[in-house]
């Protein structure tokens, strides 16, 4: 069925600035009145049309290459008109007030996309691997994105619905046939079916995880005294990599941020201002953001100097760390005493402990594979699907319900709770293609999306 936008909608479909070629894209009912007006005819289905594009009283606003896609063989599923002109932004900005003019109206973020998505033209994972494409900072996540937009992501929840639901009927068939019942459940083929859901969930979440990962990436925070060689270790981490997406500096005392990729996975660095017992109240609000800046991270290293003792300010540091967040332990500037590069486990705390050189460059990689190891980020050479964190819930949920519902099957032959069971984890799953979500969510998911997409 062909889910009709009362609205026409329009945007500037590239990216703001100025470039060859700049597109406005249109879609919607009005689309070939608008096309008849602006280039005076209309046309012929997905052939390129070159010529001038008129404003109001056939001034002529620029002249570019016209692509006409009738309904429903577009991207959104209705009529779709793009026009490629000269990409300044004063000709595209002339264009699309004369789309406006001529009944269209701004498209909202992500609207274009959303309305292909209510005309199945793609589902709701696909969708969201367009604005994950599009954000995708190093080559493994934009190979993910791709994957998930191919449909690789979605075929595989898809295939586990279909399980879910045939093994439901078939468990809800037995409960109708109460005198039968026991022996339907019990004669081990439901059992085994449980058990083969179970493992296709965990090797898709498994995946989803390290999707995930791509897009999200790890937060790591650098605690330590004041010259521990903090800032060179955020150094000597981002020197190694080409790739510095961002390097926000604020004063010496302040947070430093700065984003690499360890093997295509973001890593988070914040470098804090040392901490001690402050001298003014500058340098005392910097460490306080040192503190705030533990609140979103999913580890902490906390440097030391390699054969030193215990400083007492390294005491303070390590007493007020929140217990939550995992510590690894820095032990820096080898070099001073001829130490090897080196990973140990405390006995007594069980923490980490890795021995480098900063300054000099030394043991780094002993850090980026800890670091890699804890997050259990695993490179792969196929690639995996980009996923979100939605998408592991989602995965997560329908897992505990199978789960469950093996218990019910095992301990209790409980058939109607099983069927209950199996129910839940299908719409969990659902949830990320789409095919059962609610508005509040397609709301929160496509306005995330950059306008004309
Ligand atoms: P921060 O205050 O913790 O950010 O420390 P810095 O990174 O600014 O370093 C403080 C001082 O220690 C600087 O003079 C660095 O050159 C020095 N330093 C940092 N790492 C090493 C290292 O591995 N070996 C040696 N010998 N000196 C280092
Ligand atoms: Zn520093």
Redesign the pocket.
């Known amino acids: 069925m062909q889910f009709d936008n009362i609205d026409t909608i329009a945007a500037i479909a590239t990216a703001p600035g100025r470039g060859g070629v700049g597109i406005v894209r249109v879609s919607g009912n009005k689309v070939q009145a608008i096309a008849e007006e602006m280039l005076g005819l209309l046309p012929k289905p997905r052939y390129a049309h070159y010529g001038p594009f008129y404003g109001e009283d056939h001034r002529i606003l620029d002249q570019g290459i016209a692509l006409f896609f009738p309904n429903p063989h577009s991207f959104t599923g209705e009529d779709v008109l793009e026009l490629q002109a000269h990409g300044g932004p004063v000709v595209l900005q002339w264009l699309l007030e004369r789309v406006v003019a001529l009944g269209a109206r701004l498209a909202e973020p992500g609207e274009f996309s959303k309305q292909g998505f209510m005309n199945d033209k793609l589902d709701l994972a696909q969708a969201e691997a367009i604005a994950d494409l599009i954000e995708a900072n190093s080559a493994q996540a934009a190979k993910s994105a791709l994957k998930s937009l191919q449909g690789d992501f979605s075929r595989e929840v898809n295939t586990l619905v279909e399980e879910l639901i045939q093994l439901r009927l078939y468990v809800e068939a037995a409960i109708d046939f109460p005198e039968e019942e026991i022996d339907f459940l019990s004669d081990g083929k439901v059992a085994g079916q449980l058990q083969h859901i179970l493992q296709r969930l965990h090797q898709v979440l498994a995946s989803a995880k390290q999707g995930a990962l791509l897009r999200e990436g790890m937060s790591v925070v650098i605690l330590?005294r004041?010259?521990?060689?903090?800032?060179?270790?955020l150094n000597a981490l981002s020197g190694r990599e080409s790739a510095i997406v961002t390097d926000i500096a604020g004063t010496t005392r302040d947070i430093v941020r700065e984003e690499i990729h360890i093997d295509g996975m973001p890593l988070h660095i914040l470098?804090t201002a040392?901490v001690r017992e402050a001298t003014d109240q500058v340098e005392q609000i910097g460490i306080e953001r040192a503190w705030q800046a533990l609140d979103n991270a999913d580890r902490v290293l906390v440097?030391l100097q390699a054969g030193e003792a215990i400083h007492a300010e390294d005491q303070l540091i390590l007493d007020r760390l929140p217990t939550h967040i995992p510590v690894t332990l820095v032990r820096?500037?080898?070099?001073?005493i001829e130490h090897a590069p080196q990973v140990e486990v405390e006995e007594a705390s069980g923490r980490t402990v890795i021995w480098l050189?900063?300054?000099?460059r030394i043991g780094l990689e002993l850090l980026t594979s800890h670091l890699k190891e804890v997050m259990g980020y695993a490179q792969s050479e196929e690639g995996v699907f980009m996923a979100r964190k939605r998408h592991l819930d989602a995965l997560n949920q329908a897992l505990s319900a199978v789960q469950t519902g093996q218990q019910q099957l095992e301990l209790f032959a409980a058939g109607e709770l099983l069927a209950e069971d199996l129910r839940m984890a299908q719409d969990a799953l659902s949830e990320i293609t789409g095919r059962f979500t609610s508005d509040d969510l397609l709301g929160r998911i496509f306005t995330s999306f950059c306008i004309g997409k």
């Open positions: 330590g004041p010259n521990a060689g903090k800032s060179s270790l470098d040392g440097m820096n500037k080898i070099d001073l050189s900063a300054k000099h």
